[in-house]
């Protein structure tokens, strides 16, 4: 019965991050945002059911914690009147009994999907590509609502493909997902993301443990050097 309650609450979770997820990509488009933004509402209904399901699952803390973010939630609606922040907050507090690794797998397949259906909806005009134009250069959106946004959706992607890669990462794959962040920066020209990709790749070879890049004798050779070389 225990597993049965489980599967029932990832079946309902991955449902309503589909819904929420395809209306984050999306719904960017004017022509496909009404009827999306209903069915993210529904996606909040999901989630409800699902924080029900758990909710004897939950300890005092963790209860009062919901409590004080729905709060944060309700007041952010109320001056904001968006419900973003709502729909975020129950998606986290619906992820107690989920493996986070199944999670982010879940997310990099979806998310690559709809990168997807976003190229395709753009390249047939049926998205906007909203571009901008920076120091003689032209930044493309991909249907989103400006470059930036789809810069960061990249680098959420490879930030991704990396956790999920994480024991068996490679040169090979490095090199294949840091082409990914530069096709991402050449496309849609936006430099935060890919200054946070670069900053982001240092620290994951500096702290995995299967790359032991500081251990290696070029890199030692490198870092001695460096002074030198930048002089």
Known sequence: MNRMKINVEYFLFYISYFLFSLYAFVGSIETYRAPLRLLSNISMIIILITFIIQFKKYK??????????????????????????????LLIICTKNLEMDKLISYDVKLRIFLLLVMFVLSKTGHAYDNVAY?????????????????????????????????????????????????????YSGSRTAMILYFVFLILFLCTNKNMNILEKRKVKKFIIYSPIIIS
């Open 134 to 186: 920076f120091e003689g250069k032209i930044r493309h959106s991909m249907g989103f609502t400006n470059p930036n946004v789809f810069g960061h959706h990249i680098l959420v992607l490879c930030m991704e493909l990396f956790y999920v890669n994480r024991d068996k990462i490679n040169i090979t794959k490095i090199i294949m997902i840091s082409l990914l962040s530069i096709f991402s920066y050449i």
């Open 60 to 89: 005092l803390n963790e209860f009062m914690c919901i409590v004080l973010l729905l709060l944060l939630s309700f007041m952010y609606i109320y001056f904001a009147s968006n419900y973003l922040l709502l729909k975020l907050v």
